[in-house]
């Protein structure tokens, strides 16, 4: 169901949703239309001119408090609605995903409790001074457009921070992943936050509820996570009404091993860079990277990493890694397998699709995917794939692998695995990126700041940077 103006709507036109762990059809999805996307953009205003507009601090932040609690009083539900959407496993979804969800309510009502504003005695020539001090005041209507890898994680990455400033939220959710967000609906109803402050429309891009958002007269701000293209199409339609935007797109992260990291953490931090949620994390690592001293046993380690995941149900427990998406995104990635294999690539492990002789076949499952012996231009070096594979290329010195793994047009995560404190900082503050780990992958603190460079994105989310996008600062001044 959609959800407008505190109401749960079925606009009567569905699309299916797919299971990618056998194809089965899980349930029908209201699509909304664009009378529904107009009656949730008049109600966010209305409830910005009312109740919520009007609403303290101390009671938004206990609100989205409790909203973390619905969250978590039907975590089950809620790990069990984002495994038959995505088929990820239950431990990627109970440890990571879910408890995400209500972290980032958590994190940015707490957050926004101590957002400090400025002000600044002004001396003037009379002698008297002035007085300039800023507010926050809230952008308005944000439309959240998110994408189908971390559904629940993502989509409240953004709606947590745009509430906790007083914004009133259209969420838009994959097409792919619409079950966490209606039950995020649920609880917003359960816990009372105002009609009008979350709607949730589902739907598809492109002549849909989210093309609708993107270039409706009365949405203030957008906020997307998606492929690289998409945040482009997007930022064109939103261009006649010159809207706020902030979009976290793609990524075709590298990884830099050095001859001094600790070799077995080096092995394990990759692996777990390459294939966590099938490599279908923005973050993930698609390039790596090895100082050619240690090359050929870290490929055989690597080789070993990868044949060793359980690629199964996503409920049983010891599964490491389930299906992709969908069958039209795991084409995607065979497309890219076979063009690796065209251009000469050794496949050190994978390739090809598992064969498991019962109905997983009917599946979206792929191998785990090693290539080496490709060029920088090849195309699997160049365009992000976003599936659980990774090519590895040998470097002779520090300078060739910061230039190769700078050379790509996206830049927005890289690893550096080095027990060299002086290299440790060296390279990772010349990656051009907007988050480099050292001797660690994926290790977030949500007060820092998170986004891309080049085609990975525009602006930067997390922490004093979310409220600081989803806010609008006024100055006065009082003349004294
Ligand atoms: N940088 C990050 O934080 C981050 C995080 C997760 C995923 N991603 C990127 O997202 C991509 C995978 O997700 P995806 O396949 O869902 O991305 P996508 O761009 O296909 O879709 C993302 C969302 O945008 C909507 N959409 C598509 N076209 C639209 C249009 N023209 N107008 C308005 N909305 C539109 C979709 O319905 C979906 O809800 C990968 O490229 C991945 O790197 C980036
Ligand atoms: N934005 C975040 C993760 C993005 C993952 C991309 O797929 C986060 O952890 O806050």
């Known amino acids: 169901m959609n959800y407008v103006d505190g109401e749960f709507v079925d606009t009567g036109n569905c699309f299916e949703n797919i299971s990618p762990v056998d194809g089965t059809v899980i349930n029908q999805v209201s699509e909304a239309d664009r009378a529904l996307v107009d009656r949730a953009v008049a109600s966010g205003r209305a409830a910005l001119e009312g109740e919520w507009g009007k609403m303290t601090l101390a009671k938004r932040c206990e609100l989205l408090h409790n909203v973390a609690d619905g969250i978590e009083a039907r975590f089950d539900e809620f790990v069990a609605a984002e495994m038959a959407d995505t088929g990820k496993s239950f431990f990627q979804a109970r440890t990571i995903d879910i408890p995400r969800g209500a972290a980032n309510f958590r994190a940015f009502a707490d957050m926004v409790k101590s957002q400090p504003s400025e002000c600044f005695h002004t001396d003037t020539p009379d002698g008297r001074g002035a007085l300039n001090y800023s507010v926050n005041k809230p952008l308005g209507v944000v439309a959240v457009i998110a994408p189908w890898n971390l559904p629940l994680l993502l989509m409240t990455w953004k709606l947590a921070p745009a509430m906790a400033a007083g914004n009133v939220v259209i969420a838009k959710p994959s097409e792919e992943t619409p079950a966490t967000a209606t039950l995020l609906a649920e609880v917003m109803h359960s816990v009372g936050i105002p ?10 891009g492109p002549g849909s509820a989210g093309e609708f958002l993107t270039a409706h007269e ?12 998409t945040g482009s199409a997007i930022m064109k339609a939103a261009a ?28 394990a ?43 199964g149900w996503p409920l049983d427990e010891d599964t490491d890694m389930g299906p992709v998406i969908s069958h039209k995104h795991r084409d995607k990635v065979l497309s890219y397998y076979a063009s690796a294999r065209d251009e000469g690539a050794t496949v050190v492990t994978g390739g090809g699709i598992p064969e498991f002789a019962d109905d ?14 490709l060029s920088e231009q090849a195309k699997i070096q160049r365009e992000e794939v976003f599936g659980p594979l990774c090519h590895i290329t040998p470097f002779d010195t520090e300078a060739q692998a910061v230039a190769m793994a700078n050379g790509s047009d ?10 060299n404190l002086q290299r440790a900082h060296r390279v990772a503050q010349q990656m051009e990126v907007g988050i480099a780990w050292v001797n660690s992958w994926y290790l977030r603190d949500l007060r820092t700041p998170f ?30």
């Not at 009365?218 to 293209?229: K, L």
């Not at 986004?451 to 600062?473: I, T």
């Open 360 to 373: 997983r076949d009917n599946g979206a499952f792929i191998q785990p995917t090693i290539f080496t012996g």
């Open 451 to 480: 986004g891309g460079v080049k085609l990975s994105g525009v602006g930067r989310e997390g922490g004093v940077h979310s409220l600081a996008f989803y806010a609008e600062p006024m100055n006065i001044c009082i003349k004294l």
């Open 195 to 204: 009609k009008g402050v979350f709607n949730l429309v589902h739907g598809f």
């Open 240 to 267: 006649d009404g010159v809207k706020s935007l902030s979009f976290e797109l793609g990524g075709k992260n590298a990884a830099i091993i050095f001859a001094d990291s600790d070799f077995d953490e080096a092995v």
């Open 410 to 419: 996206y830049g927005l995560a890289a690893t550096v695995w080095t027990t």
């Open 218 to 229: 009365g949405v203030d701000a957008i906020t997307f996570t998606g492929e690289s293209r």
């Open 269 to 311: 931090g990759t692996a777990r860079s390459v294939f966590t949620n099938g490599g279908q994390v923005c973050l993930c690592t698609e390039r790596v990277y090895v100082e050619r001293s240690i090359f050929d046993k870290f490929v055989a380690a690597m080789k070993v990493k990868a044949e060793a995941l359980k690629i």
